[in-house]
């Protein structure tokens, strides 16, 4: 049976991850840290099905003991500070959460089990202001936060390591991948979520920042099974993950808020508080690199993605306001 490592278990692309090697028949080693109150909400199904070990990606020593303790086949490194309207205010935390602790994870992989297939979660947002249209594996980086240069170190001592130290080390490029199990912080779902509210007349506005963003957004589901097969080629090497369409912002308002039978105008309020400082205004990946090399392919497209979205958090707040009702009736 083959053990795996995850970080960010718990998180989107985690408790899918989580799934899908489960499926396999993977024993899963999840990392979590020591809270008070530990959110299991996107793992609740699985979660007796996961050998939980205590550890912290800034501590070195926990870190290695978690690799002793799970003596891992495969690890993938998915945690970190992934908000990236945060990390303007949180620059320091950030560096230390999305980039530093990615030289930690990999330190105790070379320590403790350096045969270990070893896998860490880049972005697209290293593309920043992009110099290539699309972006590809060899596209230069300009990222335009300090997310996305944490995320540009955690991509470049991914591959020092794999160069100094032949590990099987390697990233997946992962452009914007969304899910009903996405941060309620995140753009699209906060989209989702304000069109079931306002739908069943919980809100009555949604505040944005800038709706002419563009980015190529894909369903998480399709890209776990990309981080999955990249470490099981021959030789580890880097990808991009992507659906090769864009759709700006107000694209997804329309979709989201037209399958509930609304205008998204009659709602939206632009806000400058959401605007960020730096931005980022076109991503769209060229993923010919991995359909060809991993077979990997896309299978929920767009507004199959935003449809599914909306249906879920439809479910959810129906179900909060029973709940909400039947406490206040109690």
Not at 222 to 250: C, G, N
Request: proline content about 4%; overall charge negative; glycine content about 6%.
């Amino acid at each position: 049976m083959k053990s795996a490592l995850i970080t960010g278990v718990t998180g989107q692309d985690g408790s899918y991850l989580a799934e899908f090697l489960l499926e396999k028949g993977y024993k899963v080693y999840g990392l979590r840290r020591r809270t008070s109150t530990p959110n299991y909400e996107n793992v609740q199904a699985i979660k007796d099905q996961i050998e939980w070990i205590s550890g912290d990606l800034t501590d070195l020593p926990s870190l290695i003991e978690a690799v002793r303790i799970a003596d891992p086949d495969e690890v993938y490194n998915l945690a970190a500070q992934s908000y990236v309207a945060a990390s303007w205010p949180q620059p320091i935390l950030t560096g230390n959460i999305t980039a530093l602790s990615v030289t930690n994870m990999l330190e105790a992989v070379r320590i403790v089990k350096p045969t270990a297939r070893f896998y860490q979660a880049s972005s697209s947002e290293m593309f920043g202001k992009v110099l290539e249209v699309p972006q590809k594996e060899t596209t230069p980086f300009y990222p335009r936060s300090p997310y996305g240069v944490a995320k540009v170190y955690g991509h470049w001592i991914t591959v020092n390591y794999r160069e100094s130290f032949d590990m099987f080390a390697c990233s997946g490029i992962l452009f914007n991948h969304e899910s009903p199990r996405r941060g309620l912080e995140f753009v699209t779902r906060k989209i989702t979520d304000g069109v079931a509210r306002i739908k069943l007349g919980l809100q009555n506005e949604l505040r944005l920042g800038n709706l002419d963003a563009l980015r190529d957004w894909g369903f998480a589901g399709d890209y776990i099974k990309a981080m999955w097969l990249m470490l099981q080629q021959d030789t580890p090497e880097d990808f991009v993950i992507s659906t090769e369409e864009t759709h700006s912002v107000r694209e997804f308002l329309e979709v989201a808020f037209s399958y509930v039978g609304l205008n998204y105008e009659d709602y939206v309020v632009l806000d400058p508080k959401f605007v960020r400082p730096a931005e980022v205004d076109l991503l769209i990946g060229d993923c010919t690199k991995a359909k060809e090399k991993l077979g990997w392919k896309q299978e929920v497209n767009f507004t199959q993605l935003v449809h599914m979205m909306v249906d879920e958090d439809i479910k959810r707040v129906q179900a909060e306001a029973r709940y909400a009702n039947a406490m206040a009736l109690s």
